[in-house]
């Protein structure tokens, strides 16, 4: 069974910077793609950033490109969101997740393990 347990959320102005975490258990981590989402009160869920398994290949929301960057560390089966210049538009909680294949995708049918969350606020 895979486990993701995402950290770092929390409480930032406008402009600030966060890194969130998101750990990993299970052995195949380095075999798939990983991905972040977000999802704001009352809106769907949305694609935000994903990596590819080597890490080698990155894909960004328009909303975030520029300002965030997805990376991974398969020696600790972790993957990290560096977001940096946060908007109040980018207050939600953020989940990371596991694709079901390699390349990762923009959708979130194709990412089959989720983690609980962490929230971002970010003050105006």
């Known amino acids: 069974q895979v486990q993701l347990v995402e950290s770092g959320g929390g409480l930032v102005q406008t402009g600030g910077s966060l890194r969130l975490s998101c750990a990993v258990s299970?052995?195949?981590?380095?075999?798939?793609?990983m991905g972040w989402f977000r999802q704001a009160p009352g809106k769907e869920r949305e694609f935000v950033a994903a990596?590819?398994?080597?890490?080698?290949?990155?894909l960004y929301s328009d909303s975030v490109k520029g300002r965030f960057t997805i990376s991974r560390d398969n020696a600790k089966n972790t993957v990290y969101l560096q977001m940096n210049s946060l908007k109040p538009e980018d207050t939600a909680a953020y989940y990371c997740?596991?694709?079901?294949?390699?390349?990762?995708?923009?959708?979130?049918?194709?990412?089959?393990?989720w983690g609980q969350g962490t929230q971002v606020t970010v003050s105006s």
């Open positions: 997740a596991k694709s079901i294949g390699r390349s990762g995708g923009r959708t979130p049918g194709g990412y089959d393990y």
């Open positions: 299970g052995r195949t981590f380095s075999l798939y793609a």
């Open positions: 990596v590819t398994w080597s890490g080698g290949s990155t």
